[in-house]
């Protein structure tokens, strides 16, 4: 059971916070319930703040999609 939780978290896609800019309302959530630090906040052109995932870091645990308040509205 623990190796077969295992295979199913190692075969999940990075997390994708979203799609657009407007679905972010940029309140670092996300980053902040990171277990491992792979999100880190990034200004945009406009001065604007948002997630940025180092997938190379990123252990799919999707605790950053639970916690956005925007995805859990």
């Known amino acids: 059971m623990f ?7 190692i075969n999940r896609a990075c997390p994708i916070l979203f799609e657009d800019k407007k679905d972010c309302c940029g309140c670092s959530a996300c980053a902040a319930v990171c277990p491992v630090k792979a ?6 052109e406009e001065g604007f703040y948002y997630p940025e995932i180092c997938t190379d870091i990123c252990v799919k645990c999707y605790q950053c999609v639970k916690v956005c ?4 509205e």
């Open 3 to 9: 190796l077969q939780n295992i295979n199913e978290t």
């Open 39 to 44: 999100l880190r906040m990034v200004v945009d």
């Open 69 to 72: 308040p925007l995805k859990n």
